[in-house]
């Protein structure tokens, strides 16, 4: 059984920052590929970013490019995500998800984090 434990959500004015983690209970951590997903209230689940099991492979939906960075350490075995010059629309609850295979699709992921909420005020 794996567990993911999201935390570091919180409120903030636009324009900051705020760093996510994900932290894993196992040893296979390090073997799989991890991603970050956010909902917003009334809208899917998407896609935010990915990162290959040796962290030297990372993916993001174009609205956080250059804005998110997406690492892991595997002897921590822990995620994140540093989110820079935050915007309204990043307001979401943001998960974290262990990958299968491939990065932007929830189907891919088979296990999943309970959620930590972000919140950016205009």
């Known amino acids: 059984q794996v567990q993911l434990v999201e935390s570091g959500g919180g409120l903030v004015q636009a324009g900051g920052s705020l760093r996510l983690s994900c932290a894993a209970s196992g040893r296979t951590f390090r073997s799989y590929a991890m991603g970050w997903f956010r909902q917003a209230p009334g809208k899917e689940r998407e896609f935010v970013a990915g990162i290959s099991w040796n962290g030297y492979s990372t993916y993001y939906v174009d609205a956080v490019k250059a804005r998110f960075t997406i690492s892991r350490d595997n002897a921590k075995n822990t995620m994140y995500l540093q989110m820079n010059s935050l915007k309204p629309e990043d307001t979401a609850v943001y998960y974290c998800?262990?990958?299968?295979?491939?990065?932007?699709?929830?189907?891919?992921?088979?296990?999943w984090g309970q959620g930590t909420q972000v919140t950016v005020s205009a």
């Open positions: 998800a262990r990958s299968l295979r491939g990065y932007d699709d929830p189907r891919y992921y088979d296990y």
